[in-house]
C-alpha cells in the first residue's frame, strides 16, 4: 500500500472518530501514530510518539499561551467589559440601531484584552442583551450582533488563533497581531455598517431608545475607558516598537490586568482563583490539541500526501489567487462542522507545504485563516458562539440567533473578499514595526 494512500486512509480514520465525538487532539494523535506505524513500523512511530509530546510544547515560545489567556481572564474579572460598553452606549446609542452598533464597539474593545471569541460573545450576553431587551429590540437583531461582535475576539489582538498558528508556521507572534488589528477594526466599521442599513431597512427591528445624554455626559464616560486603552497602548505598543516580546507583552498584559482589577476592588480571592484555573484548563486543551497535531504532521510528513496534493494543485494552472480561494473554501466548509482550533491544526499540514512552493504570504494567510475561523464561529449547523448565546440566553430559539447572525456572515464574507483583494489591509502594519 502507498504512503499517498495510507495517507488518505488516515484521514478518513480521524473524520470517523471525530464524527462518534472523541476529543480532537486525542484524536490526531491516534490518528497519526496508527498511520506512522502503517508507513515506518510501530517501533518508530512509538519513538515519536514518545519524543513528540514534550519537544512540541516545552519551548519558551510556547509561554504567550497562557500569559494572554491569563490576561483576558482578569481582564474578564475587572470589569473592562462593562466599561466598553457603557461608553459606547453614550456615544452611540442614539443613532439607528446603536445599541446593536455599541455592542460591537464593546466588543471591540474587549477583543483588545482577550484572545477568545467564545468569551467575549459571553460575556456581551450579559451586559448587552439585557439593555437591548429592555428598548425592545428585535432578538435576531441583538443576538446576531452579539455573536458576530464575539468573532472579534479572535482578529483583534492578543488571539489565541494567532498564536497558535504562529508557532506551527514558524511566524512572528508580534507580527501576526500587528497584521490583525487594521482588518479587526475594518470588520469591526463593517457590523456597524450592516446594522445601520439592517435598521433603515426594518426600523421596527431596533426602535429608538428613549433616554438622554448630554455632550458633557459622553465626554464625561471616556475616564472609563482609560484602563483599557492604557493596556492596550503599553502591550501592543510595546510589541510595535520594538520595546518587548510577544511573550514579554503577555506578562506584562496579565500583571497589568491583574493590577486594573485589584485597583477597582473587582478581584476577590475566588475570582483570582477561578481566573487562574480557567486558563490552566484552555491551556491544557490548546496545548493536547498541539500535540496531536504535531503527531499527525509526522504522519502527513511520512505519507508524502501533502507534496503530492501541492503537485496536483500547482498542475491545474490556477495561479497563487486561485489555489487561495480553493483553500478558503475549504475552511468554509469544515467551519460548518469542526471546531476553530481543530480546523486550523487538522489542515495547516497540508496547506502549509503548498503555500510556502506558492510563495504565499503566510503572515496574510495567518489573518485570512483567522477571519475564516471567525466564520466558523458563526455559522450552522456547529457555529461556537451561537450555542454558547443560547446556552447563556436560554429563553431564544437557536434558529433565531443563526437567522440574526446571516446578515454579518454577508458581511464576512465581502470583508474576506477585500482582503483577498487588498493584502495591504493586513500587512502593511507589520511592514511598519521597528526592529
Given amino acids: 500500500?502507498?504512503?499517498?494512500?495510507?495517507?488518505?486512509?488516515?484521514?478518513?480514520?480521524?473524520?470517523?472518530?471525530?464524527?462518534?465525538?472523541?476529543?480532537?487532539?486525542?484524536?490526531?494523535?491516534?490518528?497519526?501514530?496508527?498511520?506512522?506505524?502503517?508507513?515506518?513500523?510501530?517501533?518508530?512511530?512509538?519513538?515519536?510518539?514518545?519524543?513528540?509530546?514534550?519537544?512540541?510544547?516545552a519551548s519558551y515560545d510556547f509561554?504567550?499561551?497562557?500569559?494572554?489567556?491569563?490576561?483576558?481572564?482578569?481582564?474578564?474579572?475587572?470589569?473592562?467589559?462593562?466599561?466598553?460598553?457603557?461608553?459606547?452606549?453614550?456615544?452611540?446609542?442614539?443613532?439607528?440601531?446603536?445599541l446593536a452598533m455599541a455592542t460591537i464597539a464593546g466588543c471591540t474593545a474587549f477583543?483588545?484584552?482577550?484572545?477568545?471569541?467564545?468569551?467575549?460573545?459571553?460575556?456581551?450576553?450579559?451586559?448587552?442583551?439585557?439593555?437591548?431587551?429592555?428598548?425592545?429590540?428585535?432578538?435576531?437583531?441583538?443576538?446576531?450582533?452579539?455573536a458576530a461582535g464575539g468573532t472579534l475576539g479572535i482578529l483583534i489582538?492578543?488571539?489565541?488563533?494567532?498564536?497558535?498558528?504562529?508557532?506551527?508556521?514558524?511566524?512572528?507572534?508580534?507580527?501576526?497581531?500587528?497584521?490583525?488589528?487594521?482588518?479587526?477594526?475594518?470588520?469591526a466599521f463593517m457590523f456597524c455598517v450592516t446594522i445601520f442599513l439592517?435598521?433603515?431597512?426594518?426600523?421596527?427591528i431596533a426602535p429608538s431608545p428613549e433616554f438622554k445624554i448630554t455632550w458633557k455626559e459622553r465626554v464625561t464616560s471616556l475616564k472609563y475607558f482609560w484602563a483599557i486603552l492604557i493596556l492596550v497602548l503599553i502591550v501592543m505598543g510595546g510589541i510595535w516598537g520594538g520595546i518587548i516580546t510577544a511573550n514579554?507583552?503577555?506578562?506584562?498584559?496579565?500583571?497589568?490586568?491583574?493590577?486594573?482589577?485589584?485597583?477597582r476592588r473587582k478581584l476577590s480571592s475566588k475570582n483570582a482563583k477561578t481566573a487562574m484555573m480557567d486558563s490552566v484548563k484552555v491551556t491544557a486543551m490548546i496545548f493536547t490539541i498541539i500535540i496531536g497535531a504535531m503527531i499527525f504532521t509526522v504522519f502527513m510528513a511520512q505519507s508524502r500526501l501533502p507534496l503530492t496534493l501541492s503537485s496536483f494543485v500547482g498542475g491545474l494552472g490556477l495561479g497563487k489567487t486561485g489555489v487561495i480561494i480553493i483553500i478558503l473554501f475549504v475552511y468554509l466548509l469544515l467551519g460548518c462542522v469542526m471546531d476553530t482550533l481543530a480546523m486550523t491544526l487538522l489542515t495547516l499540514p497540508i496547506f502549509?507545504?503548498?503555500?510556502?512552493?506558492?510563495?504565499?504570504?503566510?503572515?496574510?494567510?495567518?489573518?485570512?485563516?483567522?477571519?475564516?475561523?471567525?466564520?466558523?464561529?458563526?455559522?450552522?449547523?456547529?457555529?461556537m458562539n451561537v450555542f454558547v448565546l443560547a446556552g447563556t440566553v436560554r429563553d431564544v430559539p437557536m434558529q433565531v440567533i443563526f437567522r440574526g447572525v446571516t446578515?454579518?456572515?454577508?458581511?464576512?464574507?465581502?470583508?474576506?473578499?477585500?482582503?483577498?483583494a487588498f493584502p495591504q489591509i493586513a500587512v502593511w502594519l507589520p511592514q511598519t514595526m521597528m526592529k
Fill in 248 to 263: 514579554e507583552a503577555g506578562g506584562i498584559g496579565a500583571l497589568g490586568a491583574f493590577i486594573i482589577a485589584l485597583a
Fill in 198 to 204: 439592517w435598521v433603515k431597512r426594518s426600523p421596527s
Fill in 352 to 383: 502549509l507545504p503548498m503555500l510556502r512552493t506558492l510563495g504565499v504570504d503566510l503572515i496574510w494567510f495567518g489573518i485570512a485563516l483567522v477571519v475564516m475561523t471567525e466564520l466558523a464561529m458563526v455559522t450552522p449547523p456547529v457555529g
Fill in 407 to 420: 446578515p454579518f456572515i454577508f458581511t464576512l464574507v465581502l470583508g474576506m473578499a477585500l482582503l483577498v
Fill in 111 to 146: 477583543a483588545a484584552i482577550c484572545g477568545s471569541s467564545l468569551a467575549s460573545a459571553m460575556t456581551m450576553a450579559k451586559v448587552a442583551h439585557p439593555e437591548m431587551t429592555r428598548y425592545k429590540y428585535d432578538a435576531r437583531l441583538s443576538l446576531g450582533s452579539i
Fill in 1 to 57: 500500500m502507498s504512503p499517498e494512500l495510507i495517507g488518505i486512509l488516515g484521514l478518513a480514520f480521524m473524520f470517523i472518530l471525530m464524527a462518534i465525538g472523541m476529543p480532537i487532539g486525542f484524536v490526531m494523535a491516534l490518528a497519526g501514530f496508527a498511520g506512522a506505524s502503517a508507513i515506518l513500523g510501530f517501533t518508530p512511530a512509538a519513538t515519536y510518539m514518545a519524543q513528540i509530546p514534550y519537544s512540541s510544547v
Fill in 157 to 187: 489582538p492578543p488571539s489565541v488563533p494567532m498564536m497558535v498558528y504562529g508557532i506551527y508556521a514558524e511566524q512572528s507572534i508580534g507580527k501576526l497581531f500587528m497584521a490583525g488589528f487594521i482588518p479587526g477594526f475594518l470588520f
Fill in 63 to 98: 509561554s504567550v499561551i497562557p500569559l494572554f489567556v491569563l490576561m483576558g481572564n482578569f481582564a474578564f474579572f475587572s470589569g473592562m467589559t462593562e466599561d466598553g460598553y457603557r461608553v459606547a452606549r453614550n456615544w452611540l446609542g442614539k443613532l439607528p440601531g446603536g
